[in-house]
């Protein structure tokens, strides 16, 4: 079997040991007779499965009593607009801090509903870095505010929570969930598609504070209430039962790795890895600045278009493939989730020395 090391930006590569568990249990899950694909979601074996999941993600998050956890369908695009409608419900206004093309879009849906006041933004070039914070932006007669904790296409990371004055942070961490250590209670919600550090495509995990659930105005469509989701234990309706039932698999291949804190410091090992080649390289170059790189997405460039194309024909060549960066910012991008070995950043980095040498 010939694997090639997949450094897509999501869908993105999951961890071997689960694939080949899930292809073991696939045709016949546990002496079931059926795979989990035609289980009813009402059934004894598949209410086993949605709740181990959601007791290995409490545990390897240490999610608090006081929080739900939710899988919902919509990806993380449809959060943009779930969270202003059960949340800008009191002053119709939220601050958001505006980091990229994922920022935008969660701006744009929130603005359909309220006020969405941007605090500061980082556009002006074009969103390599996180732009400074201060109490004072975040005026109390807004809602909530939110962030986009890692930006997947311009690799750049919030490494520090702003001081927000108390009022509850939303973040969209769809790209760094699960990456590193968080506290969960500094968040009102969190949430994430799943296809990027957690599982298949087609699950989308949203972690809310209890109190923040039963607020959505009456006109609120029942599918964009999370009350709705809340209630029903995320079954009112047909959840998407294979991709829980991969993502379960993921949580516990995190806690069998020694939890998300052991993870945090093999991501930490990869990345350094990557940026301290790109520092030292008179060839390839970060884009992003240094203080506020991503654990999880890595942009660089050679600064020549031909340049940057002929390297990822390299890299695909050699096993390396889905290094192309987004449109906005060309030239590479390598994203490192947690189910990326660190052999495949070496690999990375090898390739990358060889090819430097050979166009100097
Ligand atoms: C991929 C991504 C999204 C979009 O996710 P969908 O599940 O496709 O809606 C939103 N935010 C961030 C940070 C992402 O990386």
Redesign the pocket.
Known sequence: MERVFNFS??PACLPLEVLEEVQKELVNYSSSGMSVMEMSHRSKTYQAIIDSAEASLRKIMSIPENYKVLFLQ???????AMVPYNLMTKNRKAHFVNTGA?SQ??IEEAQKLGEANIVASSEDKTFNYIPELSSSMFTPDADYVHI??????YGTKFNKLPDVNGLPIVS????CILSEVINVSDYAVIY?????NIGP?GV?IVIIREDLIGNAPSSTPTMLDYKTHSDKGSMFNTPPTFAIYVAGKVFDWIDKQGGISAIQKINEKKAALLYDYLDSSSLFRGTVVKRDRSLMNVPFVTGNDELDAKFIKFASDNGLVSLKGHRSVGGMRASIYNAMPIEGVEKLVDCMKTFEKENK
Do not use: H, R
Not at 172 to 175: R, V
Not at 192 to 196: P, T
């Open positions: 930006a999501g919509g990806g993380a695009s449809l959060q943009f994922w879009k969660a986009t904790s890692n930006n997947t296409i969209d961490m769809s790209s994430a598609g799943a296809q990027k495509a989308t």
